[in-house]
């Protein structure tokens, strides 16, 4: 693993393992993530992206019979420490789910919501303005702004998914995590999403989890590479598809297996 | 990430989540979420601390319910110069020639001439009873003299459990003299209703319970289990089915209570037919007509708990039988209900639980008598388990509060072992599929 | 014949007729050339039936008919012309006469029913007999057809079958003609009440007091509004503020926070609240809670509360529809997905926030429908009122002051003694229609609102 930037990194795992139970879904996975990069995980279903992806927020805890070992930092403090409040973690770095997952409840108050619970708005007109700005930043802005009052789950597909996408930015994070955002929209909606992935990238510190190598390809500016819980190979994307230097990211690469 | 918005609404400065508001307020939330959490718990404790509540009031109030105080009482049967043959002692009619002997008098005579005339009586009503089945028991008494330990009255054995102030010095003395002694009222399981909560016991309605849960469940499983059969393997889609769905489903939330009016207005009810008079169909306050009632009422709850049971046999198992040629009827009558049948007999015994705990209908047609006798059979008068702890509850002397939840324990030992069943049940059997 | 006697007679006809018609289709199988087209067991089956059933049906609808039968031989007899002329008298005397009658041992109160008892046995005798006859020669003439046809090409397995699907298709029609005789019988009654009394006093009355009714105008003293705020007042507000937050917090803490071991152990012990039988409740809240009701209600500076409070009765009654309330909502929540729960964590929400402000909107409806059911179980419920509360019917807001319900006057009036035709007795099934009518509606729309909320999560 290389390290280009003389900044220190926003985050890193160091020595990572993952186990539920006694079956171990992560082992031993070390890699660091940067502001204003897109870091895509790729690698075969089951192979242990997503899980390591909800490492880094804390989502396993959900979990009860996860267990993390190694040691995550964000900003240099351990994200598992006791010290860690994982409120304030979450909230710097939010989460978009596969699926996507609005609240059944109106537009707004799905943008809202993080905003209101983590207090972030002094005033009602700060708050519409939070709701605005991160709509705007999920370019859904002009297509929902005459209508902010219909549920969410009214939305097509891809808009959820934005709106999934404005509700995690309300929040003001710094790093968002994406668990394969675009496996269920289709090719338009994908698009979209990509394009709006480019775009974010200048503000945020953007970890996408995905199984579509060309979308690997086209979003994310380092790639790292995962097989049955392990990270194969990590580096800059165009490395990582022009010249892997493991044979198994060769092989998963140009489509032996998959 | 502080880089300013090139869109039209006004920028945000970055969260700064180490200020000293911010922290407050974080804390504020886990404070928040400390009470939400200790609501929960809270709840579910107090729920649980009031059956533990409930539990206890009744086993401190009813333990002594199962035992009964007696008092030595010396007979001198020769004395008593009854005018009876022993031979007859051992007939049929020796109850009737015992009370034309005048046995009742002759013993509170005996007690009165051991112990003296005292302000509270000291022989429960039921004592000479136990006389008499003493001498039934042993004809030769008649020319003894004998001491019989008989059940105290009501007024001393309370006196003696400090529940009656007025009793409880002679009850104290009498008990220093060793002339009381508590023990196993066993009457408590083999008597029915009386007047005197010494005597009392839970045979009678224990009985009626049983006949009409009899007859409960021989209407309620066959008609329960067959129309979950129709419903779920043959009814056609069509409006009669859904009224026929839709009339189960209202009718497993329909009160009780109106299962009750409908049992007097239909069964005990008459009215004309054709100028001819019919009714009432079933006799009055028997066990007939309450089980047919209480049918009524838990058939949805079989019906309900059976088509599950039968929507859980897979399909592959009857396309096998079909596809060796088996009858529809063959198919379910020897696959799926077979396979079925946990499932159902769990919700049959739920079913079953319900009805015998239940009072309220039962009050409507008339099983609230008092029912000295057992009932004989199913068109006999009779009364069941909950009317009689209904009826005793109305008594306030202390000796009827004992005896209440006393049956109450009873009752809930009974529906607590039908329920368990209905629980092994389900786990034993649970999908083997 | 003793009816038990009969059945297994007929019983035992049946299995004889079972054991011939199988015996006869072997026959024919092993005899003929020809191949049998049902089963030996079949052919018995369908002989069987042919024995059973007709007898049986014949048995129902004599046991139905015979009572009225021998009540008219009983009445053509010289000394019934002395018989009160009053229906509920008359009634009791023939009742009385054939308890004599059927009981050796017992005695008569009344010597006219001593003299009806030998007619009253002579014509139950006779009719015993003619049934009983008729039922054994139908069972005999049934099993005989029946064996007269089998052959090799009788389709008894079918025949059967047939008449399988008949008796399935009744058993499940038997649910609707309960509920057509529940309606039926509550509408009839209440409409014989209405003719005496105006339905517009019975519901919008405010007076209450059946003890004391004018000939002249019943409707003074039957104003049933004072029950339906009792009933109100005590199974939809009291019962529910005990009911929905213990209930909804329980279901939120056992499925959100509990561990596995502390909720497969909690969960069914607040079932078991559920199953505790309603007559110990009422006995408990008459017992303990109503004079500690009663106490705290002197300390708080009403000397003359009642013992017989609403809130004693709503209180338990409150308590007993927790796990009701408990399951409908850890239902609901259950249902709502995962994504939901995860998507509010993602995003810093603490837990109770995603619980309070995600699940709980929606899981919403299902929660409100299983609150409309338990309202409907507790304005339904009977035994702890009929224990706990009062029977005065006021109209009070003060839940240490005793308040009446529709239920407990349904057995108030029905268990006092009074005649049937009196409005007194009526009332209780306008009350019990009106009670009836209200559940049913509150059934409907729960359903109705559980299906749409089902609807939208699949």
Redesign the interface.
């Known amino acids: 693993m290389t390290d280009a930037h003389p900044a220190p990194h926003k985050m890193s795992a160091r020595g990572v393992s993952v186990s539920y139970g006694d079956k171990q879904a992560i082992r031993d996975v070390s890699i660091d993530v940067d502001m204003d990069h897109v870091t895509a995980f790729i690698g075969p279903s089951g192979c242990g992206k997503s899980t390591f992806l909800r490492t880094l927020?804390r989502?396993n805890d959900?979990i009860p019979s996860a267990r993390v070992t190694g040691e995550i930092t964000l900003d240099g403090e351990d994200i598992y420490s006791s010290d860690m409040d994982?409120?304030?973690?979450?909230?710097?770095v939010?989460?978009v789910?596969q699926?996507p997952?609005?609240?059944?409840?109106s537009i707004y108050e799905n943008v809202a919501?993080?905003p209101r619970?983590?207090g972030l708005a002094a005033s009602k007109g700060a708050l519409d303005g939070i709701v605005e700005q991160s709509l705007r930043r999920a370019g859904l802005w002009d297509e929902v702004k005459d209508r902010l009052n219909d549920s969410g789950t009214a939305l097509s597909g891809g808009q959820q998914q934005r709106l999934?996408i404005a509700?995690?930015i309300a929040?003001d994070p710094e790093v968002i995590l994406m668990d394969e955002p675009c496996s269920a929209l289709d090719p338009i909606a994908t698009a979209k999403i990509e394009e709006l992935i480019h775009e974010l990238k200048g503000r945020y510190a953007i970890v996408i989890v995905t199984h579509n190598m060309q979308q690997a390809a086209r979003v994310s500016q380092k790639t790292a590479f995962f097989h049955l819980g392990q990270l194969v190979e990590y580096g800059d994307t165009d490395n990582i598809f022009t010249a892997p230097r493991q044979e198994r990211t060769k092989d998963y690469i140009t489509g032996r297996y998959g | 990430m502080n880089k300013p918005a090139p869109e039209a609404a006004p920028a945000r400065a970055p969260t700064d989540w180490k200020t000293e508001a911010m922290q407050k307020r974080i804390r504020r939330?886990?404070a928040?979420?400390r009470r939400?959490?200790l609501?929960?718990?809270?709840?579910?404790i107090?729920?649980?601390a009031?059956?533990a509540f409930?539990l206890f009031?009744?086993v401190t109030?009813g333990w002594r319910g199962f035992t009964r105080t007696e008092i030595a009482l010396p007979l001198d049967f020769p004395a008593m110069a009854m005018k009876i043959d022993p031979a007859q002692l051992s007939t049929p009619g020796a109850n009737l020639a015992l009370a034309g002997a005048e046995l009742e008098d002759k013993v509170s005579n005996a007690a009165l001439a051991a112990y003296g005339a005292q302000s509270v009586p000291l022989l429960s009503d039921a004592a000479w009873l136990k006389v008499r089945e003493a001498l039934k028991a042993d004809p030769s008494l008649l020319h003894q003299k004998k001491l019989l330990w008989v059940p105290a009255s009501t007024q001393v054995e309370q006196g003696l459990r400090g529940n009656d102030a007025a009793a409880a010095p002679l009850a104290k003395k009498l008990y220093d003299a060793g002339k009381l002694h508590t023990g196993f009222n066993a009457g408590f399981f083999s008597e029915s209703d009386s007047t005197d909560p010494v005597a009392v016991g839970i045979w009678g309605a224990f009985k009626g319970s049983l006949l009409t849960m009899a007859v409960t469940f021989l209407i309620a499983f066959?008609?329960g289990v067959?129309?979950a059969?129709?419903?779920e393997e043959?009814?056609p889609k069509n409006r009669w089915t859904d009224?026929?769905e839709v009339?189960?489903?209202?009718?497993a939330?329909?009160?009780?209570?109106?299962?009750g009016?409908?049992g007097?207005?239909?069964f005990l009810?008459s009215w004309s037919l054709f100028g001819?008079?019919?009714?009432?169909?079933l006799p009055r306050s028997a066990a007939l007509v309450g089980g047919v009632t209480l049918a009524?009422m838990i058939?949805?709850v079989i019906?309900i708990a059976s088509r599950n049971a039968i929507k859980g046999v897979p399909p592959s198992i009857r396309d096998a039988a079909l596809g060796i040629g088996a009858?529809?009827?063959q198919v379910v009558f020897h696959h799926v209900l077979p396979l079925a049948m946990p499932g159902i007999l769990t919700g049959t015994i739920i079913g079953m639980?319900r009805a015998?705990?239940?009072?309220?209908p039962l009050?409507?047609i008339g099983m609230?008598a008092f029912i000295v006798t057992p009932p004989g059979g199913f068109t006999d008068p009779a009364t069941v388990l909950?009317?009689q702890?209904?009826l005793w509850?109305d008594e306030v002397s202390r000796g009827f509060?004992e005896k209440?939840?006393a049956a109450?324990l009873v009752?809930?030992v009974f529906?607590?072992a039908m329920?368990g069943l209905a629980?092994y049940l389900r786990n034993k059997f649970e999908t083997r599929w | 014949m003793n009816p038990l006697a009969l059945l297994f007679l007929i019983a035992g006809l049946g299995l004889i007729g079972w054991l011939t018609g199988r015996a006869r289709a072997q026959r024919i199988d092993r005899g003929g050339a020809k191949r049998l087209h049902s089963l030996p067991s079949q052919h018995g089956w369908y002989v069987a039936t042919w024995a059973v059933l007709p007898a049986l049906l014949f048995v129902a609808v004599w046991a139905?008919?015979s009572?009225?039968l021998v009540?008219d031989a009983v009445l053509e007899h010289p000394a019934a012309k002395q018989l009160p002329q009053f229906e509920f008298e008359r009634d009791a005397l023939l009742a009385e006469a054939k308890r004599v009658a059927e009981d050796p041992d017992a005695k008569a109160f009344d010597p006219l029913a001593a003299e009806l008892a030998p007619a009253t046995r002579a014509a139950e005798n006779r009719y015993n007999w003619m049934g009983s006859a008729v039922a054994i020669l139908l069972a005999f003439a049934g099993g005989l057809f029946a064996w007269s046809r089998i052959r090799a090409q009788l389709k008894a397995?079918?025949q059967v079958?047939r008449i399988?699907?008949l008796?399935?298709?009744v058993?499940?029609?038997?649910?609707?003609l309960?509920?057509l005789?529940?309606f039926l019988?509550?509408l009839?009654?209440s409409l014989r009440f209405f003719e005496q009394v105006p339905i517009t006093d019975f519901l919008f009355g405010t007076h209450w007091s059946p003890q004391v009714i004018e000939a002249s105008n019943p409707g003074k003293s039957l104003g049933a509004v004072p029950l339906f705020w009792g009933t109100f007042f005590i199974g939809a507000v009291i019962a529910m503020l005990v009911a929905i937050?213990?209930?909804?917090?329980?279901a939120?803490?056992?499925t959100?926070?509990?561990a596995p071991r502390v909720r497969a152990w909690?969960k069914?012990?607040?079932e078991?609240?559920a199953?505790?039988?309603?007559?110990?409740?009422?006995?408990?809240a008459?017992?303990?809670v109503a004079p500690a009701v009663r106490d705290l209600a002197v300390h708080l500076g009403m000397p003359f509360a009642s013992s017989e409070s609403a809130l004693a009765a709503g209180l338990v009654m409150g308590?007993m529809i927790?796990p009701f309330v408990s399951s409908m909502a850890d239902d609901s929540i259950a249902a709502v997905?995962t994504?939901?729960?995860?998507?509010?964590?993602?995003?810093?929400?603490?837990?109770?926030?995603t619980?309070?402000?995600?699940l709980l909107?929606?899981a919403l409806p299902g929660v409100v429908a299983g609150v409309l059911?338990a309202v409907?179980?507790a304005?339904?419920?009977?035994?702890i009122v009929?224990?706990a509360a009062s029977g005065a019917a006021n109209i009070t807001l003060n839940p240490f002051e005793s308040a009446t319900t529709v239920?407990k006057q349904?057995?108030d009036l029905?268990?006092g003694e009074a005649e049937?035709d009196s409005p007194k007795t009526l009332a209780?099934?306008a009350l019990?229609l009106t009670?009836?009518v209200i559940?049913?509606l509150l059934?409907?729309v729960a359903?109705r609102v559980v299906k749409k909320y089902r609807e939208?999560y699949e």
């Open positions: 927020n989502m959900t994982v409120v304030q973690l979450r909230a710097r939010g989460m789910f699926k997952n609005p609240f059944p409840k919501y993080g619970i983590h999934c509700r995690a929040v | 939330r886990y928040r979420e939400f959490k609501f929960g718990m809270l709840a579910v107090l729920s649980a009031f059956l409930l009031t009744m109030n066959p008609i067959l129309s059969i129709y419903l043959y009814a009224l026929i009339s189960i489903n209202n009718l939330a329909v009160p009780s209570i109106i299962f009016l409908l007097l207005a239909v009810g001819m008079r019919v009714g009432p169909l009524l058939m949805p019906v009858s529809r009827i639980a015998l705990g239940e009072t309220a009050l409507l609230r909950p009317v702890i209904f509850s509060v209440t939840s109450i009752l809930l529906l607590l329920n629980i | 139905s008919l009572p009225s009540r397995r079918s079958e399988v699907m008796l399935l298709l058993a499940s029609l038997i649910a609707i309960t509920t005789g529940i019988s509550l009839w009654e937050p213990f209930g909804l917090m329980s939120i803490y056992l959100q926070y509990a909690m069914p012990t607040l078991m609240l199953g505790v039988p309603t007559v110990v409740y009422g006995y408990f008459a017992l303990t308590v927790i997905p994504a939901m729960r995860d998507g509010s964590l993602a995003m810093g929400a603490t837990h109770s926030e619980i309070s402000r995600v909107p929606a059911l409907s179980r304005i339904g419920e009977t035994m009929v224990m239920t349904i057995v029905l268990t049937f209780a099934f019990g009670l009836f559940t049913l059934n409907i359903l939208a």
